[in-house]
């Protein structure tokens, strides 16, 4: 069983900003599909970030330019550079892998953002 894990959330005060981290073992992931998602309180998860194995990223508007997804093949890595963090941005985020019919989870990360 593969498992991602996720690192760097914690408590930010608004318009601060944080960095996610998702490791990913393997040497598939230079070929695998990644997303983050996000999941707060009461809501469904909902995707925050994509990047394809070949670098491209793809963003809901919902998200407003405000976060950034890349990817570091060497070290087996993802990130997400979440800017001008707001309330609302409260959740735990879960780095997902898609690779051929196979799809990985972490175990999410808390990000609370306090007013």
């Known amino acids: 069983q593969v498992q991602l894990v996720e690192s760097g959330g914690g408590l930010v005060q608004a318009g601060g900003s944080l960095r996610l981290s998702c490791a990913a073992p393997?040497?598939?992931?230079?070929?695998?599909?990644m997303r983050w998602f996000r999941q707060a309180p009461g809501k469904q998860r909902e995707l925050v970030a994509f990047i394809t194995s070949g670098g491209n990223t793809n963003y809901p508007d919902s998200m407003e330019g405000r976060f950034a997804i890349s990817r570091d093949n060497a070290k087996n890595t993802v990130y997400l550079q979440m800017n001008s963090l707001k309330p609302e941005d409260t959740a735990v985020y879960y780095c997902?892998?898609?690779?051929?019919?196979?799809?990985?989870w972490g175990q999410g990360t808390q990000v609370t953002v306090s007013s």
């Open positions: 393997g040497i598939w992931f230079s070929f695998a599909a």
């Open positions: 997902n892998a898609q690779y051929g019919s196979n799809n990985y």
